[in-house]
């Protein structure tokens, strides 16, 4: 991420520099606006969903579900861990319902649960899986289409998954091999 | 399928009462986690937007299009394509803009739109993602990862142009 950021930053400063030096500032200010709408806009999202998974865990739902996954997520992950293993279950069975703003905060707990035992494997393996999107249903592209006009809204239902599978399965195979090789 | 959300909630509210949970409390604990967790991602947001403006007002990001769009189109991915190909792994909110101009330029049943919906759909803001897990935390040597999961897009992104010719 430094490497990209410095290496786009500086090349970005110098072009606009040359084209047009005035515009500078401008659209750094104009980024950092954004910066704060988007924030605005995911606080909404992780507000709804952060409350409600709240509920979820002291009522002790998040446990049961996380039970249920605990073979497929310590297989997977390899860990033992009891937290790591409810935020991973949880993490991904948000997902899995498309329900995105509610799965980033249980993979960054994870990722901290996980980073205190310095499971490297486990962290960058659910960064794979969820940079990779695993959703079943993309239910804002079809709200899109159907509010675009579409006769059949939900006939990319089948691509999507396809090619869902195809990036995640692809990712992870990568990942592995990738991990043999460096080590 | 509109039914799945409403479904959560009240099960999960339901639920939360059968087992004496105060649930205001609960719900408003939640969300100060929610407050918390925003400051924490606005630093690496506001970063990546300065990034991602700069990147677009210097004209870098065009001429990037313009040069990839023949060896895209030598996968079989559409030029109309490229550019949100290319804003999705950054963000998520900018991807969506243009694939709504997308839908709305060529129709939401045309081959280009359909392409775009399921290339969205399948993909995430790759960078956007690493910035925020990783955040704070001393994990090194995320280029390895990042390169897997970029590798993966671009072939799904094959795979979609593709299959959204038969299917």
Redesign the interface.
């Known amino acids: 991420?430094n490497?990209?950021?410095t290496v786009?930053?500086i090349?970005?400063?110098i072009?606009?520099a040359v084209?047009s030096p005035d515009?500078?500032l401008s659209?750094?200010l104009?980024?950092?606006e954004?910066?704060?709408k988007?924030?605005l806009?995911?606080?909404c999202i992780?507000?709804v969903?952060?409350?409600?998974?709240?509920?979820?865990e002291?009522?002790?739902?998040s446990k049961y579900i996380a039970r249920g996954l605990k073979p497929v997520t310590k297989r997977i992950f390899r860990t033992d861990d009891e937290t790591a293993n409810e935020q991973l279950a949880m993490n991904i069975s948000c997902n899995l319902?498309g329900?995105g703003g509610a799965a980033?905060?249980y993979?960054?707990k994870a990722?901290?649960e996980l980073?205190k035992q310095s499971n490297?494997f486990a962290?960058?393996l659910?960064?794979?899986i969820?940079?990779?999107?695993i959703?079943i249903?993309?239910?804002?592209?079809i709200a899109?289409?159907a509010g675009?006009?579409?006769?059949?809204?939900?006939?990319?239902f089948?691509?999507?998954l396809?090619?869902?599978a195809?990036?995640?399965l692809?990712?992870v195979g990568?990942?592995l091999i990738?991990?043999k090789i460096?080590r | 399928m509109a039914l799945i959300i409403p479904v959560i909630f009240i099960f999960v509210f339901l639920f939360a009462v059968i087992k004496k949970v105060s649930v205001y409390d609960c719900f408003t604990e939640g969300i100060s986690e929610a407050v918390k967790f925003t400051v924490s991602l606005l630093p690496c947001l506001a970063a990546i937007f300065m990034m991602c403006a700069l990147f677009e007002a210097s004209g870098l990001s065009d001429m990037l299009t313009d040069f990839l769009s023949p060896a895209f189109g030598f996968l079989g991915i559409p030029k109309e394509l490229t550019k949100l190909v290319l804003i999705k792994p950054f963000s998520g909110s900018g991807s969506l803009a243009y694939l709504n101009e997308i839908i709305s330029t060529y129709g939401a049943d045309s081959y280009i739109a359909r392409c775009a919906c399921v290339c969205f759909g399948s993909s995430e803001t790759v960078f956007y993602i690493s910035a925020v897990y990783f955040a704070g935390l001393k994990v090194k040597k995320l280029a390895m990862p990042i390169i897997c999961v970029l590798t993966a897009t671009l072939i799904s992104t094959v795979a979609a142009c593709l299959i959204c010719r038969i299917l």
Do not use: H
Not at chain 1, 137 to 141: A, N
Not at chain 1, 148 to 156: M, T, V
């Open positions: 991420m490497v990209i950021f786009v930053f090349a970005s400063m072009t606009i084209v515009k500078l659209s750094l104009g980024g950092a954004s910066s704060v988007m924030a806009t995911l606080f992780y507000a969903w952060m409350g409600l998974s709240k509920l979820a002291k009522s002790g739902l319902l329900l980033t905060p993979a960054v990722v901290e980073d490297d962290q960058k659910l960064f794979v969820n940079a990779t999107s959703q249903l993309p239910t804002t592209v899109l289409r675009a006009g579409s006769l059949s809204p939900s006939d990319i089948l691509p999507s396809i090619c869902t195809i990036s995640t692809t990712a990568l990942y990738g991990r460096w």
